[in-house]
């Protein structure tokens, strides 16, 4: 058991070595337009911005310059990085003050912005924010589980913030209204490095998964 988990270690440290941008051009990252009662989430919301940046990896958000928002899209912006903003026109007036960050798309309503958000996106992630953060986050699950589609959902759990929450699929996994196999679609680290490092993994052993069973398929 400790050599697999030592081997296991290892990859997730070459793959951070050899850069996310192999498997995630664009991440979309879901969050509050608020900044929250700590500063931890703000400062959360700077690294996973800074980490993205190193990465090279573009960002796809809700188009706020306010909050959360505001500081994870400065932050990929300022790293040299491709902004898109996606943000229904009615929202303008309370989630983007001053100038806007990089590219923003207006759309007509809350549904086109999270497929287009979706849409744009090689992963998602959630940081700590209000209801819509966690219906755009449940939403990405529930895609997820229903094979609409096969991208990572990280949970950035700054503080615990979202331990509740996890427990809850938990029960929901108890009580059997959750499959199980549906339970490992969440992959949640309570710091931006380990987060992305899981996420990384999970794309790669993915990628691994599909080409195994192609090779099947034109052996039959």
Same mark, same amino acid.
């Given at each position: 058991m400790?050599?697999?988990?030592?081997?296991?270690?290892?990859?997730?440290?070459?793959?951070?070595?050899?850069?996310?941008?192999?498997?995630?051009?664009?991440?979309?990252?879901?969050?509050?337009?608020?900044?929250?009662?700590?500063?931890?989430?703000?400062?959360?919301? %700077?690294?996973?911005?800074?980490?993205?940046?190193?990465?090279?990896?573009?960002?796809?958000?809700?188009?706020?310059?306010?909050?959360?928002?505001?500081?994870?899209?400065?932050?990929?912006y300022?790293?040299?990085?491709?902004?898109?903003?996606?943000i229904?026109?009615a929202?303008?007036?309370?989630?983007?003050l001053?100038?806007?960050?990089g590219?923003?798309?207006?759309?007509?309503?809350?549904?086109?912005?999270?497929?287009?958000?979706?849409?744009?996106?090689?992963?998602?992630?959630?940081?700590?924010?209000?209801?819509?953060?966690?219906?755009?986050?449940?939403?990405?699950?529930?895609?997820?589980?229903?094979?609409?589609?096969?991208?990572?959902?990280?949970?950035?759990?700054?503080?615990?913030?979202?331990?509740? %929450?996890?427990?809850?699929?938990?029960?929901?996994?108890?009580?059997?209204?959750?499959?199980?196999?549906?339970?490992?679609?969440?992959?949640?680290?309570?710091?931006?490095?380990?987060?992305?490092?899981?996420?990384?993994?999970?794309?790669?052993?993915?990628?691994e998964?599909?080409?195994?069973?192609?090779?099947?398929?034109?052996?039959?």
């Amino acid at each position: 058991m400790c050599s697999i988990l030592k081997g296991m270690e290892e990859n997730l440290v070459n793959a951070a070595e050899t850069g996310s941008r192999e498997w995630f051009k664009r991440i979309c990252v879901f969050c509050g337009s608020r900044s929250g009662n700590r500063t931890s989430f703000s400062e959360a919301a %700077l690294d996973l911005g800074k980490k993205l940046a190193e990465r090279k990896i573009d960002l796809v958000y809700g188009g706020g310059s306010v909050g959360l928002m505001g500081l994870i899209s400065k932050a990929v912006y300022d790293g040299g990085c491709h902004v898109l903003g996606v943000i229904p026109t009615a929202l303008l007036p309370s989630e983007i003050l001053g100038e806007s960050i990089g590219e923003v798309k207006r759309v007509a309503d809350m549904h086109e912005r999270k497929s287009e958000m979706a849409k744009n996106a090689d992963a998602f992630i959630a940081l700590p924010g209000g209801y819509g953060t966690m219906e755009e986050l449940l939403e990405i699950i529930a895609w997820s589980q229903l094979g609409i589609h096969h991208k990572p959902v990280g949970i950035l759990n700054v503080d615990g913030y979202y331990n509740d %929450l996890i427990q809850l699929f938990d029960k929901g996994v108890r009580e059997g209204f959750i499959e199980d196999s549906a339970s490992h679609i969440v992959i949640s680290a309570d710091n931006a490095e380990e987060l992305l490092r899981k996420m990384e993994a999970k794309a790669k052993a993915g990628e691994e998964r599909r080409r195994e069973a192609n090779k099947k398929r034109r052996s039959s």
